[in-house]
């Protein structure tokens, strides 16, 4: 195994909801290490969103530590966080939470404009990162001119452009079509492959999950040894598929 | 600058609601540049000349009670007196009783009035074409302006008609003075007014000028004590006490006008307050999302709070300019105050103002989008 990005030491997480315990996580283990890409799959409810919370710093762990690159952040204040989040994760959601305001190309250049970067080199940066997802024709189109999948794929290009080393994506195609999906599936791989990015994605569907080149399976809290009997011929399955077709994945 | 575009973005993105809020806080800024140009013009007309050290001696028995013009060279006589002037307020009309007609004219004894009040400022060759005619007048420079209409000039005849004396005087414009405590004043030779009325040889008031101000209090005190059990008892003071108490109403006015303007201010802070917050709760979400991006909460801060400020600068300077353009480009209420004026120092208030009440409303909303844990913000369906 590669030198670890992300590792949960024993990372209990526990919500209080009217004065009782909820207990999400539960001694939660795992390393991932870099440019590797992992699926977590798992229940409604089973804390794979926690997960994801927890390595961008966006929640903290109820007791056990996580660490990315080596560092803790259960020390950072809000301010610190903030700033390492702008410069090492890059976020892509369900629902691609594009600002609706902006353009594709602003929407883009927002992680930039908290960096001292010039404006001609924030410019070349956002076009390139818009290049790579392939949508260097809708510069100036807003999120509602555009189609679900190009919506997530400006998304994608939102994370990539500070270039960060981390991607942590939440069910990115759990709002497309298959063909949609397919297309930032492929992103997410080709990121993996040529940029070296480090990918956790969290997801429900089969298919997606064998994008990547691990999956883990989420439930009760822990992490199972093995993905459910039911999954792994289906994963089998979809990974020939693509080995097939791309020779990619194991 | 790289942040205006987005601060301006988010703060049109529904235009009917900025356009609604920049047009209530325009309204209300409105009405704040009014009530301060009021103060402003009661402050103009209470703002005298106190260097002079001039003491006015006033009727005791009534407020507009009247005093023998022999009083005039009585008080002359006075050790520490430099001059006299007697002066009666004719409170005739001009042309109807319409307010915009309004203007005050005095009686005033003409040799003396150019010591006792050297801040009139009228030269030479008027000065002595009005000492030499006592059918003439001297008027305000804003008269002139405000009549040009009626063609009032240098040389021009000014009928007045006699309201609460029967006499309907046409006076001749012999000078043009410009000292800005004596706007919207016409003043004329009380000597014709006496000659045209029977067994009159009265003055409403006469301000005796003291050789210097230590000399002040003694005077007042040797002219009331010499006339107290006269038909003509004097109340005498110093022209500041004097503007002070006729001016007492004036001062209640302007209680009720500065009350007006902090109810205005709190009302602005809350409308605005209102709006900001209704729109930054719908963006709780995109705020979080902002914040997993890097975003601080100081920046979300600094952010929102810009936006309640732009919103509030353009209601702020909306409202300015419209009370600048209706009070000045289309003229004045003259009947309701003698010194109208939208000054820079208003709008200027009015423009800061704008701002403070932009980050008075802001920082509730910023403060709480700022801290709200971003995992519960990015729950938030919108
Ligand atoms: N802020 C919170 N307060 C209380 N409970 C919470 C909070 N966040 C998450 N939970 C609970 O923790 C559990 C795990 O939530 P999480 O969002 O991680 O699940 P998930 O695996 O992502 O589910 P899904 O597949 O539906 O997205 C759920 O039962 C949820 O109700
Ligand atoms: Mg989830």
């Known amino acids: 195994m590669t030198e670890p990005l992300v590792q949960f030491q024993d990372v209990w997480r526990t919500y209080t909801r009217d004065k009782n315990e909820v207990p999400v996580l539960q001694g939660l283990s795992v390393e991932i290490g870099k440019g590797e890409f992992h699926a977590f799959m798992g229940p409604s409810g089973s804390g794979k969103s926690t997960l994801l919370n927890l390595v961008a710093g966006l929640d903290q762990p109820t007791k056990g530590a996580v660490l990315v690159d080596g560092v803790q952040l259960t020390g950072f204040n809000e301010a610190e966080l903030a700033n390492w989040r702008g410069k090492h994760v890059g976020f892509i959601f369900q629902l691609f939470n594009l600002i609706a305001v902006l353009t594709a190309f602003e929407n883009v250049e927002l992680p930039l404009l908290l960096t001292s970067m010039k404006r001609k080199e924030r410019r070349e940066r956002v076009k390139r990162a818009l290049s790579i997802v392939g949508l260097e024709d809708r510069v100036e189109h807003y999120p509602r001119q555009l189609s679900g999948g190009q919506e997530q794929r400006v998304a994608i290009a939102r994370a990539l452009v500070a270039d960060p080393s981390l991607l942590l994506a939440d069910e990115p195609t759990g709002d497309l079509d298959s063909d949609s999906a397919k297309e930032v599936l492929e992103l997410l791989q080709e990121l993996q492959r040529e940029q070296g990015k480090t990918i956790l994605m969290v997801t429900h569907d089969l298919r997606a999950a064998a994008a990547a080149s691990r999956v883990h399976y989420l439930e009760k809290g822990t992490l199972q040894p093995q993905v459910p009997a039911s999954y792994a011929a289906i994963l089998a399955e979809a990974r020939g598929e693509k080995a097939h077709a791309q020779g990619a994945g194991r | ?382």
């Open chain 2, 1 to 382: 600058m790289k942040w205006f575009r987005f601060v301006w973005r988010n703060a049109t993105r529904s235009r009917r609601r900025s356009i609604l809020m920049i047009l209530s806080l325009a309204t209300t800024f409105f009405l704040f540049c009014t009530l301060q140009t009021m103060l402003t013009a009661l402050d103009s007309v209470t703002s005298f000349n106190t260097a002079q050290h001039r003491v006015v001696v006033t009727s005791r028995l009534s407020q507009i009670g009247t005093l023998p013009q022999a009083y005039e060279e009585q008080i002359r006589s006075l050790a520490g007196v430099a001059e006299v002037c007697g002066m009666t307020n004719f409170s005739g009309l001009y042309k109807d009783d319409h307010p915009d007609n309004f203007f005050a004219q005095y009686a005033v004894n003409a040799r003396t009035v150019f010591d006792v009040f050297p801040e009139l400022d009228v030269d030479e060759t008027q000065r002595g074409a009005f000492l030499a005619n006592p059918q003439s007048c001297l008027v305000h420079e804003s008269l002139i302006e405000r009549f040009s209409g009626d063609g009032w000039k240098l040389g021009s005849t000014v009928p007045l008609i006699g309201a609460r004396y029967p006499v309907d005087p046409k006076l001749s414009i012999a000078g043009v003075f410009t000292a800005p405590a004596y706007e919207d004043v016409l003043i004329f030779h009380w000597e014709s007014l006496d000659a045209s009325l029977t067994a009159f040889s009265e003055y409403e008031l006469f301000f005796a000028k003291a050789q210097d101000s230590a000399a002040m209090p003694r005077i007042i005190d040797e002219i009331d004590s010499r006339y107290l059990n006269s038909e003509y008892p004097t109340a005498s003071m110093t022209e500041d006490i004097f503007q002070e108490s006729t001016n007492e109403s004036l001062a209640t006015q302007r209680t009720v006008l500065q009350r007006l303007s902090m109810v205005l201010l709190v009302v602005m802070v809350l409308a605005g307050a209102n709006a900001i917050a209704l729109a930054t709760r719908e963006r709780v979400r995109e705020i979080s999302v902002l914040r997993t991006l890097g975003f601080t909460p100081g920046r979300v801060r600094v952010l929102v709070i810009a936006e309640a400020c732009l919103l509030s600068l353009l209601g702020g300077a909306l409202g300015c300019g419209g009370a600048w353009l209706l009070w000045e480009q289309a003229g004045p209420p003259s009947f309701l105050f003698l010194n109208f004026h939208v000054t820079a120092g208003t709008l200027l208030t009015g423009l800061a103002l704008s701002v403070l009440v932009g980050v008075a409303s802001g920082s509730v909303p910023a403060h709480r989008v700022a801290t709200l844990p971003i995992v519960s913000g990015l729950r938030k369906v919108t």
